[in-house]
């Protein structure tokens, strides 16, 4: 059963418009939540968590918004670019219950930003 | 620089052999992990490890196995018993279990022929 769902595999946006890719999740024990970058071949770079006791947090052209009470985040990226092409995941953890702080990831949402 | 590294990036192996997949960080990081990667689905966890000589079973355990002999190393190999072995699989590591910035290696490439 997915904890963590990104339930868009894929979004296409034009370059200076903004990009937001969204992510749902079921566990409501989760109180930490992250997006990860990754580009074909490599590994996933860190890009923005946000604690559950934050409703938004901010870095740069990058926003997170946690709505507790949906179990829902999101990231927006103001104004894209075509280097911001590339799969993000939303990862998602809990302190205290089942994933005994480890990360649980969803499947990804591949973001095209079109010049 | 500090990093993580795996190697090889490309792997190719016969169907039934062992393969080990190697995973080394200089970060001084305790907490290492392997995840797999495949298309659609994410990244799973098969294996993790808090510190030196111990080690957890992840979601996607059977048919693979790891050691951690020293902090550094945290190599995992794929066995025969692994029914789906070509996937992308990602190591990571962590300053500790709950401390939550991890680290991922670029990846290696595993294809069963």
């Known amino acids: 059963d997915q904890q963590v769902k990104q339930n868009s595999p894929s979004l296409s946006v034009q370059e200076g418009r903004i990009s937001i890719l969204n992510c749902d999740y079921t566990n409501s024990m989760f109180d930490y939540f992250l997006w990860y970058k990754k580009y074909p071949a490599e590994g996933p770079t860190f890009l923005i968590s946000i604690s559950s006791i934050k409703d938004k947090n901010e870095d740069g052209r990058f926003t997170v918004f946690l709505n507790k009470s949906a179990k829902h985040l999101s990231l927006h990226i103001v104004p894209s670019q075509p280097g911001d092409s590339a799969v993000y995941f939303c990862?998602?953890?809990?302190?205290?219950?089942?994933?005994?702080?480890?990360?649980?990831f969803g499947k990804g949402t591949k973001l095209s930003v079109k010049p | 620089d500090g990093g993580i590294t795996q190697s090889p990036k490309y792997l190719f192996r016969k169907e039934g052999q062992n393969v080990t997949l190697s995973c080394e960080q200089n970060?001084?990081?305790?907490?290492m992990y392997w995840y797999r990667q495949d298309p659609g689905q994410g990244l799973r966890l098969i294996y993790y490890s808090q510190i030196v000589n111990d080690f957890q079973k992840g979601d996607i355990a059977e048919g693979y196995s790891v050691s951690r002999e020293k902090k550094e190393s945290f190599p995992l190999t794929v066995t025969s018993a692994q029914k789906n072995p070509t996937a992308f699989y990602l190591c990571?590591?962590?300053?500790?279990?709950?401390?939550?910035?991890?680290?991922f290696g670029s990846g290696t490439r595993l294809t069963v022929v």
């Open positions: 990862a998602a953890s809990d302190m205290y219950g089942g994933s005994q702080g480890n990360l649980i």
């Open positions: 970060l001084n990081h305790d907490a």
């Open positions: 990571a590591s962590s300053p500790g279990l709950r401390v939550y910035g991890y680290t």
